[in-house]
T-cell receptor
Framework: GENVEQHPSTLSVQEGDSAVIKCTYSDSASNYFPWYKQELGKGPQLIIDIRSNVGEKKDQRIAVTLNKTAKHFSLHITETQPEDSAVYFCAANGNTGFQKLVFGTGTRLLVSP | DAGITQSPRYKITETGRQVTLMCHQT?????MFWYRQDLGHGLRLIYY???????DKGEVPDGYVVSRSKTENFPLTLESATRSQTSVYFC????????????FGQGTRLTVV
């Protein structure tokens, strides 16, 4: 089955800096890669996703890149703000048999004013 | 209110007791999922359901039972709680599985003493 590894586990940046979180996946058949943000005391919420037919997707200050050959994808947050502080999870769908999301172990992002 | 709700939000139970966590969604999504969240492990799938009366095991199903007699409800039962089942449990639903947004509930923090 699919296996997703996520790095780093924690990331501290200054407000205004950029943050990058990286994930690798094992199943070459995976074709959907979402990113979820989890704020304290809440459930994860989708912030951006990418499908295997594109290499990059942007939504305001966040972007995701996908390298299918290397089987890795990354989340980029520019001009970070304190409200970006949260836990971020990447996932892949393991497109073999019944598709279900397999999540990375999460990255705790702390943005200091 | 539309959405996905979990109850209770917090629960303390004793080892060996049976406990049921409730999940209710108002979108009539076909797919529902139960995850547990533990430090260092991210989100791990316990059970999922493709429709009423159709359920299947995820990555970590041992010690758990699910049912889905109605589309909108997906309760998770710990038949005989153990300390290793102390965790935060999240229910999620999606219209399609594996390639579209999954919507998560607020979570249930379960402590087994």
């Amino acid at each position: 089955g699919e296996n997703v590894e996520q790095h780093p586990s924690t990331l501290s940046v200054q407000e205004g800096d950029s943050a990058v979180i990286k994930c690798t996946y094992s199943d070459s058949a995976s074709n959907y890669f979402p990113w979820y943000k989890q704020e304290l005391g809440k459930g994860p919420q989708l912030i951006i996703d990418i499908r295997s037919n594109v290499g990059e997707k942007k939504d305001q200050r966040i972007a995701v890149t996908l390298n299918k050959t290397a089987k890795h994808f990354s989340l980029h947050i520019t001009e970070t703000q304190p409200e970006d502080s949260a836990v971020y999870f990447c996932a892949a769908n393991g497109n073999t048999g019944f598709q279900k999301l397999v999540f990375g172990t999460g990255t705790r992002l702390l943005v200091s004013p | 209110d539309a959405g996905i709700t979990q109850s209770p939000r917090y629960k303390i139970t004793e080892t060996g007791r049976q406990v049921t966590l409730m999940c209710h969604q108002t979108w009539s999504h076909s797919y529902m999922f139960w995850y547990r969240q533990d430090l260092g492990h991210g989100l791990r799938l316990i059970y999922y359901s493709a429709a009423a009366d159709i359920t299947d095991k995820g990555e970590v199903p041992d010690g758990y039972v699910v049912s889905r007699s109605k589309t909108e409800n997906f309760p998770l039962t710990l038949e005989s709680a153990t300390r290793s089942q102390t965790s935060v449990y999240f229910c999620a639903s999606s219209e399609v599985t594996g390639n579209t947004e999954a919507f998560f509930g607020q979570g249930t923090r379960l402590t087994v003493v």
